[in-house]
């Protein structure tokens, strides 16, 4: 009997404590583990995200900032080079003022026949007048106006030459389609309009190009130019030209 009260009281005491002991063990460990685990993540991963996160966005940062500097400076530099550009086109020459000496020149002309300017010196007055390009609307009635008082001007002891960039197979066709019989010149690469002054910059829709500024000059016997009309204006301007050589031959009081 003694026994088994012995066998009886040490069974509930080491169940009883198995039963205390095992929870309890497992609530601490748990409640050491979950917040030491917590702790130690949160230790790990807010530094690392933050080291990431900087590692991240500086490199990403400097790298954004220095080719939007460099895009921004480059095309700064190239004004200057569109500035340079112009350059290369031959600088057209101020313009003659009357009185000059007209710079003398020797061109191909639909006569066959090379015209140099000074053979008409002391003998014919020259109109001598510069226009853009044949066949063209304002050059074709210029071109007809002139060709109607060509006789009228002969009469007064001048000539009319016509001046421009077009070659002569342009120049035959501008005259046969329009029965011009006073010489057209071929003015190749323009240098005489530069020596006249009349090559200057141009624009037409937007866009700027060089090209002869329509202008006729009334040269003297002399060789001096008497006058000269500037951006002429087509309509009526071969009258205006022969009344002013009509006058150079009238008696001066």
Not at 58 to 81: L, M, Q, R, S, T
Not at 218 to 243: P, Q, Y
Request: charged share 30%.
């Amino acid at each position: 009997m003694a026994i088994a009260k012995k066998a009886v009281k040490k069974a509930p005491k080491k169940a009883v404590k198995k039963a205390v002991k095992k929870p309890v063990k497992k609530a601490v460990k748990k409640a050491v583990k979950k917040p030491a685990k917590k702790a130690v993540k949160k230790a790990v991963k807010k530094p690392a995200k933050k080291v990431v996160k900087k590692a991240v966005k500086k490199p990403a940062k400097k790298v954004a900032k220095k080719p939007a500097k460099k895009a921004v400076k480059k095309p700064a530099k190239k004004p200057a080079a569109k500035k340079a550009a112009p350059k290369a086109e031959p600088a057209p020459s101020s313009g003659l003022a009357e009185g000059n000496l007209a710079p003398q020149f020797t061109l191909p002309a639909t006569t066959g026949v090379d015209v140099n300017l000074n053979k008409f010196a002391g003998e014919n007055a020259v109109v001598l007048y510069f226009y853009p390009k044949d066949d063209t609307p304002g050059c074709t009635l210029e071109a007809k106006d002139f060709q109607e008082l060509k006789d009228l001007f002969a009469r007064q002891g001048a000539v009319i030459l016509g001046v421009s960039p077009d070659d002569m197979a342009s120049h035959h066709s501008f005259c046969n389609r329009y029965s011009l019989t006073f010489p057209l010149l071929v003015d190749a690469g323009s240098k005489v309009a530069m020596a006249y002054g009349v090559w200057k910059e141009k624009s037409m829709y937007g866009r700027k190009f060089m090209g002869v500024q329509r202008t006729t000059f009334v040269i003297g016997k002399d060789g001096r130019v008497a006058r000269v009309w500037s951006k002429v204006d087509v309509n009526g301007h071969a009258e205006e030209v022969l009344e002013y050589v009509t006058g150079l031959n009238e008696p001066k009081n």
